[in-house]
């Protein structure tokens, strides 16, 4: 069963989505992400202030089976850490859509133009 | 997260069944396997295994028949154990040994009758297995080694209920078959050896049939475990479940370059057996002891040491992680290590190197998982 992905997102080729407004985005996995890693029992998360260039790595997560790494879809600064994920990591399972890790401040918003929308990502993972 | 591969992947007779309901299909070892089936994932599959009852799909290991008037001889030349303890219907877990006394593979030898051994490998060393063993038995005299890994499909039953979902199937007594040891009969119809083993730490059964009946013998286990709860169960449980229960992986906890003395298994190991391959050089680490030792541990800090991630003493690199995950039961990050004999006492702590962040880990005993009897 698989959760829909918003038309209102951008997604990458890594399997991060961006969720944007204004200059700023909130970044996740995909349902598809989530659906290979299994049943995830850490995310590891960079500290607000957090410098990052687009495709760089931001973080961890960690499901039973293997550890993958998270990548930043645009350039920009972490302005806010989703904390309480720690502490309840199978939400990336349950609602991967949802279920936001980084706020990210964009340097460069236009990057964002660069990025897949939900019809081009859907055709990616085909 | 995809997996190149070259050689096409072998298929075991329930591929076509998984497909169809949904599980999701990795290479492993050569083979195209379940990982983990839909609406289940490792961990409700793991923890209906643990509380219930789970059925797998076991067909990519390997059969190899050992037969001949000298086939005991042969079997106690290959085999780290002791073959002549067995009686017929009666199996036990081995050592298939380099003259290291390392290991080529680890196996279970079934005796089927006085001369005619099956002893059933890893898929992936199906191949070298079976020409190590032909090579290694001419000296026993007159006993021939036959791969009949493509005769047999293998269905594992595991869980509390296992037991009484089995016997609704099977006009074989399965209370009087006792914890490694197996039977003939028919399950589903179908004839089949089933045998009161399994990978899992749970009490269970391995139930060996004909590849062409497999798909008729796994439907009927899944009907009648529907009101017990059964659910199919993929390598991603089968992994957390056997480490749980503190078994060995070849490829990750022993393989070539580890002893069994190292990897703390004197007890697969007949001691009083007339010389087998690998037999001196264990009986010289019995006697002298050596420089590292199998533990298990679990992490004290938030993180899980994974296959291959180094353990550090202080600042030395020491050893390393040959298993780790997140068990669903015990809720705990838990894994295997060498380590040097100095730090294997239960309590010692040391650090795994996690992605390069220093990680407080500390020795405990196995199994990390006992069932209540």
């Not at chain 2, 591929?15 to 949904?22: E, L, Y």
Request: charged residues 20%; proline residues 5%.
């Amino acid at each position: 069963m698989a959760a829909a992905y918003p038309a209102g997102f951008k997604y990458t080729k890594d399997h991060e989505w961006i969720d944007l407004a204004g200059d700023r985005g909130k970044v996740g996995i995909t349902d598809y992400a989530q659906q290979q890693l299994g049943d995830v029992v850490y995310v590891e998360l960079p500290e607000v202030g957090a410098r990052l260039k687009q495709g760089q790595s931001f973080g961890t997560i960690e499901s039973v089976k293997a550890v993958s790494e998270l990548y930043s879809p645009v350039t920009g600064e972490v302005v806010e850490v989703n904390a309480p994920l720690k502490d309840k990591p199978e939400t990336v399972n349950s609602n991967p859509h949802a279920t936001w890790m980084v706020v990210i401040k964009l340097t460069n918003p236009s990057e964002a133009g660069g990025l897949l929308d939900a019809t081009q990502y859907q055709d990616l993972i085909k | 997260m995809e997996q190149a591969t070259e050689a096409p992947l072998k298929k075991t007779p329930l591929n076509a069944r998984h497909r169809a309901s949904g599980a999701r299909m990795v290479p492993f070892a050569g083979w195209d396997m379940p990982v983990e089936y839909a609406g289940g994932g490792v961990v409700a599959e793991h923890m209906a295994v643990r509380t219930a009852v789970g059925l797998f799909d076991v067909s990519h290991m390997g059969e190899i028949e050992i037969a001949g008037k000298d086939a005991l001889a042969a079997v106690q030349r290959i085999s780290s154990n002791d073959a002549s303890k067995l009686q017929v219907g009666q199996a036990q877990y081995s050592g298939l040994l380099t003259p290291d006394g390392t290991f080529v593979d680890d196996l279970l030898v079934y005796r089927l009758a006085p001369s005619h051994f099956l002893l059933v490998v890893n898929a992936g060393n199906i191949e070298k297995d079976y020409a190590w063993m032909a090579e290694q038995i001419k000296p026993a005299g007159d006993a021939v080694a036959v791969n009949a890994s493509s005769r047999y499909a293998l269905i594992a039953v595991q869980g509390p209920y296992a037991q009484t979902i089995l016997q609704t199937l099977t006009g074989v007594d399965l209370s009087s078959i006792k914890y490694y040891w197996f039977a003939h009969g028919e399950v589903a119809s179908v004839r089949a050896t089933i045998s009161r083993t399994g990978y899992t730490g749970e009490d269970g059964f391995e139930v060996f049939v004909p590849p062409q009946s497999a798909d008729r013998v796994w439907l009927a286990l899944l009907e009648a475990g529907k009101g017990s709860g059964i659910v199919p169960c993929g390598l991603g449980a089968r992994d957390t479940l056997r480490l749980e229960a503190g078994m060995r992986l070849h490829g990750n906890d022993i393989d070539e370059t580890t002893t069994a003395v190292e990897a703390d298994l004197n007890w697969i190991v007949g001691w009083k057996k007339d010389d087998f391959i690998g037999a001196p050089r264990l009986r010289e680490q019995k006697a002298n002891g050596t420089a590292r030792k199998i533990v298990g541990f679990e992490m004290l800090d938030r993180g899980i040491g994974r296959h291959g991630y180094d353990a550090y003493v202080g600042n030395d690199k020491a050893g390393i992680v040959t298993s780790g995950t997140q068990t669903p039961f015990l809720k705990k990050a838990i894994g295997m290590a060498y380590l040097p004999v100095a730090q294997t006492a239960p309590g010692t702590e040391f650090d795994v190197d996690i992605r390069g962040k220093r990680t407080r880990a500390r020795v405990v005993p196995m199994p990390f998982y006992k069932r209540q009897k």
